[in-house]
């Protein structure tokens, strides 16, 4: 019964920064990678980026330079900073973690229910 739930998302104006955060809860033994998918209006979910048990980061193309994922082990938690909002970053942004919340069963995929991003022009 694991949990995510994020929160940071808003309404902001092209060129602002916002920071999310995603906390997982419940039964959880351990936590692998993490990471951020976002979903606008119209379009396909999009990976955003990922960051594994270690502190490795990966992002899509569209974001570097501009948002940083990192997390918190001790509290279960995985932020994204995103700065240099554009309007084209407006989004639905879902947090997904891979996690084992049993020590004898294997790793599974999380998702939390997003949190909406709105950029204006």
């Known amino acids: 019964q694991v949990q995510l739930v994020e929160s940071g998302g808003g309404l902001v104006q092209a060129g602002g920064s916002l920071r999310l955060s995603c906390a997982a809860s419940?039964?959880?033994?351990?936590?692998?990678?993490m990471g951020w998918y976002r979903q606008a209006p119209g379009k396909q979910r999009e990976l955003v980026g990922v960051?594994?048990?270690?502190?490795?980061?990966n992002y899509t193309d569209s974001v570097k330079g501009r948002f940083t994922i990192s997390r918190d082990n001790a509290k279960n938690t995985v932020y994204l900073q995103m700065n240099g909002l554009k309007p084209e970053d407006t989004a639905d942004y879902y947090c997904?973690?891979?996690?084992?919340?049993?020590?004898?069963?294997?790793?599974?995929?999380?998702w939390g229910q997003g949190t909406q991003v709105t950029v204006s022009s």
């Open positions: 960051i594994t048990s270690g502190g490795s980061t």
């Open positions: 997904n973690a891979q996690i084992r919340a049993v020590w004898f069963r294997p790793f599974g995929d999380y």
């Open positions: 419940g039964s959880i033994f351990r936590i692998n990678a």
